[in-house]
């Protein structure tokens, strides 16, 4: 099967290590021991540190649905989505609901994208958005351990601690929008149907956007 039938059927998941994954078998295949998960999968459970020097785990959170976004400043494509308030706007409509929202920083000191907590506290503040959380990961630790390969790269997670969706957040893979375009955005119809108890329509997507700038790449 190819990725692009797996992502297209979203019942079977091709992963990088080039194993086959079925999001309602975890570990159903030897070769994904180690591969990042994916939806239908428990969330690693990962320490984490914010711009306050705080650290916690993200099983802290179990109990609430958990959207993880990973982001870039510089990139034009983060830069789409919070210039045209989009992605602000999922953000409140979340946070209303009591959904926890975390902003997470993996570009490495030195390459585009880093911010210390200074930086990050500033643009975070600068752009309007309000998460629950702004997490510093400089090794790229937190971004590995979920295979984030993009800006923006979503994860929403269901109050059991399963990745519920997983990949862009909408279905616009592009910079400038189009005049006249109406974005379907995953994400917040994932969070609706986690809300409503429900698995998303869809689970998996390709994230697009600029690639995270880890440490050795």
Same mark, same amino acid.
């Given at each position: 099967m190819t990725a692009a039938v797996a992502l297209a =059927?979203? $019942?079977?998941? +091709? =992963?990088?290590? #080039? #194993?086959?994954? $079925?999001? =309602? +078998?975890?570990? $159903?295949?030897? !070769?994904? !021991?180690?591969v990042p998960p994916v939806p239908g999968a428990m969330a690693p459970s990962i320490s984490m540190q914010d711009t306050t020097g705080r650290k916690f785990n993200l099983s802290a959170y179990r109990g609430k649905i958990v959207v993880l976004e990973w982001t870039n400043y510089e990139c034009p494509y983060v830069a789409r989505h919070y210039n045209s308030g989009s992605m602000q706007a999922v953000q409140t409509s979340a946070l209303k609901d009591g959904v926890v929202w975390l902003t997470i920083f993996s570009s490495a000191p030195g390459k585009q994208g880093y911010q210390d907590s200074r930086g990050a506290e500033y643009f975070t503040a600068e752009k309007g958005s309000k998460p629950n959380a702004k997490v510093l990961d400089p090794t790229g630790v937190v971004g590995k351990a979920f295979g984030a390969r993009t800006t923006p790269h979503m994860f929403v997670i269901d109050e059991t601690g399963r990745i519920a969706y997983a990949g862009a957040i909408d279905d616009q893979p592009r910079a400038v929008l189009p005049a006249g375009a109406v974005p379907r955005n995953y994400v917040r119809e994932a969070i609706t149907a986690v809300k409503n108890k429900q698995a998303p329509a869809i689970r998996a997507t390709s994230a697009y956007g600029c690639s995270i700038k880890y440490a050795g790449n």
């Amino acid at each position: 099967m190819t990725a692009a039938v797996a992502l297209a =059927t979203f $019942s079977w998941i +091709e =992963t990088q290590a #080039g #194993g086959i994954y $079925s999001p =309602t +078998e975890p570990n $159903s295949h030897p !070769k994904t !021991k180690g591969v990042p998960p994916v939806p239908g999968a428990m969330a690693p459970s990962i320490s984490m540190q914010d711009t306050t020097g705080r650290k916690f785990n993200l099983s802290a959170y179990r109990g609430k649905i958990v959207v993880l976004e990973w982001t870039n400043y510089e990139c034009p494509y983060v830069a789409r989505h919070y210039n045209s308030g989009s992605m602000q706007a999922v953000q409140t409509s979340a946070l209303k609901d009591g959904v926890v929202w975390l902003t997470i920083f993996s570009s490495a000191p030195g390459k585009q994208g880093y911010q210390d907590s200074r930086g990050a506290e500033y643009f975070t503040a600068e752009k309007g958005s309000k998460p629950n959380a702004k997490v510093l990961d400089p090794t790229g630790v937190v971004g590995k351990a979920f295979g984030a390969r993009t800006t923006p790269h979503m994860f929403v997670i269901d109050e059991t601690g399963r990745i519920a969706y997983a990949g862009a957040i909408d279905d616009q893979p592009r910079a400038v929008l189009p005049a006249g375009a109406v974005p379907r955005n995953y994400v917040r119809e994932a969070i609706t149907a986690v809300k409503n108890k429900q698995a998303p329509a869809i689970r998996a997507t390709s994230a697009y956007g600029c690639s995270i700038k880890y440490a050795g790449n």
